[in-house]
């Protein structure tokens, strides 16, 4: 199935318009494949906008949009949803995306609350330009997903005066419907599964769920289940905890590496590089390996000709992470495979690198 480059008008159209099908799909929309092969999510227009109409309510009232992602997603999807709901038209970038194109359209809107949504990606190039940073900071509020927002680019973001939200969601949830760790209204969220330390599968809940999958219908008794009470849930692809109401998700359930019984999060140790060598962070992704001594290797992937040394990488991150996070595994590569907007492809990485044989050069006294 080819995705569907939505219009605002289209949108509206079909928002508005008369469904002799009530409860039909109005959108078919892709997911990322991040652990396995993509598929096609059916959305209704109520799924759609009992999303878009949460999200106002949380964000404080309608305003107008800038849309900075393809609507062929669910995030660029979304904001013409909450555009047309809002009776707004958005200001479209279009590609590429670069720091003055999105200061320029920054400047095309006209109304006094102004939103927009990006990934993290394109949150980090704004802030390396004055004009950017402008711009952004411009904002009410910022969405932020598609993949792991790490705490050093909310500080920076924080620092630069932009009012950043850390969504969580999927095509199947209809995008983003848990903000900053917190579900949206309507939504619930529960840990499956749970480990002695409260981790487990992440489930949701809420009128936001999709239909089910358009291409793929025998996998709809797995990903989408009804208890007996009626509630439907969705149960992600996602491993996390909740603490204090707080959802904390540490990584795709294939993307967690295991590695000496511990369970590491990829994004923690990005999120360490970031902090410790900027240089390198924009340029690298964290993968488990496969490892004849510790189960998964933590392996950094560096899409630059002359990488750093290992043992120079794991000094500068001692001060970060724990023994066990650190990297034992440097591999380069000429350019990191996405998967979606600003998401890396760690499955495709982890199948290019493959496993390291022979004895381990840090399991003699190191203490990792």
Partial sequence: MVPHEWTYTEVCAALVGDDPHPGAAMALVGTSGSTGTPKVARLTAAALTASARATLEVLGGPGQWLLA????????????????LAGVAPVILGSPFTSSRFAAATAEL???????????TQVRRLLRDPDGQAALASYEAV????????????DAASAAGARIVATYGMSETAGGCVYDGRPLPGTRMRIADPDAAGVGVVELSGPTLAQGYADRPHQNGV??????????????DD???????????????????????????????????????????AHAVVVGTPDPHWGEAVTLVVAD????????????????????????RIERVRTIPLLGPGKPDRRALREKIGPRAGE????????R
């Fill in 223 to 236: 990903a989408f289940r009804t208890e007996p009470d009626g509630t439907r849930w969705f149960r992600t």
């Fill in 305 to 328: 000709p002359n990488p750093p040394e290992l043992d120079e990488v794991r000094e500068v991150l001692r001060a970060y992470l724990p023994g066990s996070a650190l990297p034992t």
């Fill in 239 to 281: 491993i996390g905890r909740i603490e204090d109401g707080v959802l904390h998700v540490l990584g795709r359930r294939d993307d967690v590496i295991n590695s000496g019984g511990l369970k590491i999060a990829p994004h923690v140790v990005e999120d360490a590089i970031t902090r410790a060598l900027p240089g390198l962070a």
């Fill in 143 to 154: 969405l932020v997903g598609g993949a792991a927002v790490p705490q050093s680019l909310r």
């Fill in 110 to 120: 006209t109304h006094p609350r102004r939103y927009t949504a990006l990934v993290p």
């Fill in 69 to 84: 992602t393809p609507s062929t997603h669910i995030a660029g999807l979304q904001v013409l949803v909450r555009s047309a």
């Fill in 360 to 367: 381990d050069p840090l399991s003699r006294g190191t203490g």
